[in-house]
């Protein structure tokens, strides 16, 4: 499966961004799909996930209650609403796919084996 994500950009302390990834090629209710980040001079994170059918998600303690996983999977679409934006939410950040069964939401970013080409976000304060 290829990944597309998009959606970042510069936005004030406090705002609101909604990244969008579009996966093509696979068949998309396979994989779980997730959303990571990485800052400059730090490892790469987990954010969110979202399980096949979208009925459920996890999320980072950092990002509980500010951000939204969503899926649409007629659309093969996957997107993060992100609100209440800090500072330290600036990074670039990627979508993946992890092949997985329906019970399983990997929050380990090994366990994802295909990934977007990454988006910044940039949130001044």
Do not use: H
Not at 52 to 70: H, L, M, N, P, Q
Not at 99 to 113: F, M, Q, W
């Amino acid at each position: 499966v290829q990944l597309q994500a998009s959606g970042g950009g510069l936005v004030q302390a406090g705002g609101s961004l909604r990244l969008t990834c579009v996966a093509s090629g696979g068949t998309f209710t396979y994989y779980t799909m997730g959303w990571f980040r990485q800052a400059p001079g730090k490892e790469r994170e987990f954010v969110a996930g979202i399980g096949r059918s979208g009925g459920w998600a996890e999320y980072a303690d950092s990002v509980k209650g500010r951000f939204t996983i969503s899926r649409d999977n007629g659309k093969k679409k996957v997107f993060l609403q992100m609100d209440s934006l800090e500072s330290e939410d600036t990074a670039v950040y990627y979508c993946a796919a992890a092949r997985s069964i329906v019970t399983d939401l990997p929050i380990d970013k090994a366990r994802y084996g295909y990934w977007g080409q990454g988006t910044l976000v940039t949130v001044s304060s």
